[in-house]
């Protein structure tokens, strides 16, 4: 029997359709019948639907597709769509390649500190139960379902795993805690990602504050400084971008004079001010 046509993801100048952020391509072709031959990457499943119902999953090769027929349904074919009824069966290939999606927010430390995060995961659906799984619960728009549309879903999970440990950190711990961190969005994401058939492979955490200020304020104290002394080298640098010869007295706490009249009092620096 010859093949009616062939059904694929490669568009007509040989360009793959499912690139990266691509996991799920719902085929366009709306006259997919007896005898049209479905070719499948070796990266790719592929679901053939008919009007919602799942009749085959098919995974590296090429195969003709073999649907029922029925009369009734033949004539209809014939009258109505001049042979072709529309949308009668559905393609939809499934991405079996690692994919790398990254989930960014805000979370505040103990102390109401902003904090930036960003999240990095790596997922792949491994079967062809997952790749069912895939088809049957997760929606998407058009033709297609991108890493964007999963992380949409996604993203909440993170950020709830990240805020169940942050919150009760202080700001200057929150490092400390990186590798619980990364654990806990591990296992809520992977919990949350069996649900549509979809494997976790690694998540990598990175946590810093949002605010530039505060960024320098700590690696100063990483130096040993104390929070006085951070505040006073960071004034300092400030006061030396501008260009003021007062910088070095501000950062080592002493007061600046010209012609013996102090500018800069001690008291402002931190130090005590004499009687």
């Not at 799984?133 to 033709?143: D, N, R, T, W």
């Amino acid at each position: 029997m010859p093949f009616r046509n062939v059904i694929s993801t490669l568009n007509a100048d040989g360009t793959e359709v499912m690139g990266p952020g691509v996991l799920l391509y719902h085929h366009p072709s709306n006259d997919i019948q007896n005898g049209t031959l479905l070719t499948v990457e070796s990266n790719h499943f592929c679901i053939l639907k008919s009007r919602g119902a799942i009749l085959n999953v098919y995974e590296t090769g090429q195969f003709p597709v073999e649907t029922p027929q029925r009369a009734i349904i033949g004539g209809i074919q014939q009258a109505f769509y001049g042979g072709n009824s529309p949308w009668q069966y559905e393609a939809i290939y499934i991405s079996r390649a690692k994919s790398v999606l990254s989930a960014k927010g805000v979370a505040f430390s103990k102390e109401m500190a902003e904090l930036a995060y960003m999240v990095d995961y790596y997922v792949h659906v491994d079967t062809t139960d997952d790749a069912v799984k895939l088809v049957q619960h997760m929606p998407f728009a058009g033709h297609a379902l991108t890493g964007d549309d999963l992380n949409a879903y996604a993203a909440p999970v993170v950020e709830q795993a990240i805020n169940q440990i942050v919150q009760v950190t202080p700001l200057e711990q929150v490092n400390e805690h990186i590798h619980e961190l990364t654990e806990q969005v591990h296992q809520n994401l992977q919990e949350f990602l069996l649900i549509y058939g979809i494997t976790l492979n690694q998540v990598k955490v990175l946590v810093s504050p949002n605010d530039a200020r505060m960024k320098q304020l700590i690696s100063l104290r990483a130096f040993g400084l104390s929070e006085l002394d951070a505040v006073r080298y960071y004034t300092a640098i400030l006061m030396a971008e501008q260009g003021l010869i007062s910088a070095p007295n501000m950062a080592v706490g002493a007061p600046f004079a010209i012609g013996g009249t102090p500018i800069l009092p001690a008291a402002m620096v931190g130090s005590t001010p004499k009687a």
